[in-house]
């Protein structure tokens, strides 16, 4: 896609108003980090299908929107160091590409529609399992985000969860946020126990082993303050509940195995479609499958 490695923020844009969301958030977040931002559009002259297309040049049309957004960063962020980069292709490829270097893809919830060959279009699924760096959907409402002081992250114990759990720290030091950890909890029913083991010792367990896997991260982010909850319901449904007002929720990109009955499982998918706040999808050490 590009001679050089793309380092520091990517941003896909699409000219749409879920385009600028996501410019608005990656700038942001360049800013706070201090790195370089990249601002990326794809296109593709293959639109396929007996569709009558109108006789425009795609590229300079493409080079268009993409001018569009580096323009509309430099007017809202001025002195953040930004460029564009005009790519040709499928754009879940081109982005998971410049995924291998880049610090965070941030992608808005949805493409613009119309032409397939112009726009973004709906490739935030694929990025989100396949980029080997995180990827942040910024879902939510433009403009400041006041009073949004705290960054909720689920845990299961597996590595991509854990993963998760050093972004939150790292992002909630970065902008003066709170980190509330979150833990799915699905009681086991009560012929399941062992017996002299009650579900009140098992929850009790799984907190404190909870709060031994953020040792470490506290002595690293020391200023930041940090919530513990575990919530009985399913992990969609708790993490959803836990997101409500706040300034970004992380989670791991699939859960894989961990704690019986705390499983966070396979949810990043119906999160970064419903969350009522930006997600960031983060892989373990395992891999990006």
């Known amino acids: 896609m590009n001679a050089q490695p793309i380092t520091g923020i990517v941003a896909g844009y699409d000219g749409s108003e879920n385009g600028i969301l996501a410019l608005d958030w990656a700038a942001e977040e360049a800013r706070v980090r201090e790195l370089p931002l990249t601002v990326i559009h794809v296109w593709d002259a293959f639109l396929g299908g007996p569709v009558a297309v109108p006789a425009v040049d795609l590229r300079a049309l493409a080079q268009e929107t993409l001018d569009g957004g580096v323009a509309h960063v430099r007017e809202t962020a001025p002195g ?42 709906s490739v935030g699924a694929q990025v989100v399992a396949h980029a080997a760096c995180p990827v942040v959907i910024a ?46 909890w699905a009681a086991p029913p009560p012929g399941d126990l062992p017996p002299l083991v009650d579900e009140a010792g098992m929850r009790d367990a799984a907190e404190k082993r909870l709060a031994q896997l953020m040792i470490p991260l506290r002595e690293l982010h020391p200023g930041v303050d940090v919530r513990i909850s575990v919530v009985t319901g399913p992990p969609r449904g708790v993490l959803l509940d836990a997101a409500g007002g706040a300034r970004l929720l992380v989670v791991g990109s699939r859960g894989l195995g961990g704690f019986r009955g705390l499983l966070m499982g396979s949810v990043s998918h119906a999160l970064v479609q419903h969350a009522p706040c930006p997600v960031a999808v983060v892989h373990g050490a395992g891999g990006t499958g």
């Not at 790519?87 to 032409?115: K, T, Y």
């Not at 705290?150 to 970065?174: I, K, N, Q, W, Y």
């Open 80 to 121: 953040l160091p930004v460029r564009g980069l005009l790519v040709q292709g499928p754009a879940a490829e081109r982005l998971i590409e410049a995924g291998r270097s880049a610090d965070l893809i941030v992608l808005g919830p949805r493409g613009l529609g119309g032409f397939a060959g112009l726009v973004l279009g």
């Open 139 to 184: 879902r939510g409402e433009r403009g400041p985000r006041t009073g949004q002081d705290c960054v909720v992250v689920g845990v299961d114990g597996s590595p991509a969860s854990r993963a998760a759990l050093a972004m939150g720290f790292a992002e909630a030091g970065l902008h003066g946020a709170s980190v509330h950890a979150v833990t799915a």
